[in-house]
Structures are given as C-alpha cells and as structure tokens.
C-alpha cells in the first residue's frame, strides 16, 4: 500500500517547510495508534499517510493529521491531532 500526499503537496514542499531535508513518506504498512487521552487506552488508525521527520510523525487519518512518534519497532504512537490542514500540522512540529 501507498503513501499519498494531498493534492498540491510535495515531500520537497514537506522538507523545506518543515526544516527537514530527510523528510519522508513512510510506508503504510505498519501499527499506528493514538492514545485516548486520560483513559491509557489506544485507538487504532488507518492512515492514508505518513510522513516521518527523524523520530516524529505526521500521520493522516480520514482528513485529520496526528502527531506522533516512531517506535524502534516501526509502529507509530500519536499523542494529538494537529487538525485537518498540513501546513497548520507541520508547522506545529
């Protein structure tokens, strides 16, 4: 499975808004979750992309861009939604 950018984007527009020349789209083929707030529970996405910055992750899930982690083991941990704009969300990092 494919990661996709939305329409518009770039991983060269990615990299120099986000400061981060090793910016990447991550394959899909992975865990990804986000924590439920307060209830030490996970909930898990399905994301249509995933961008990596080092040990961070901007994942999209139905629209809405989380922030997240990268595990040792590949899987992805997110704390927050950064709202559904990918400029907001990147700025946000």
Avoid at 14 to 28: E, F, H, I, W, Y
Avoid at 65 to 93: K, P, Q, T
Wanted: glycine content about 12%.
């Amino acid at each position: 499975m494919n990661s996709f950018l939305p329409a518009g984007w770039t991983i060269e527009r990615v990299r120099t808004l986000s400061g981060d020349a090793g910016a990447a789209l991550l394959t899909l083929d992975r865990l990804v979750v986000a924590e439920d707030a307060g209830q030490g529970d996970y909930t898990t996405l399905r994301p249509d992309t995933i961008l990596g910055f080092h040990d961070l992750c901007l994942v999209q899930d139905d629209g809405e861009w989380f922030m997240g982690r990268l595990d040792n083991d590949g899987s992805v941990i997110c704390w927050a939604s950064y709202g559904s704009d990918l400029h907001e969300a990147i700025r946000g990092l």
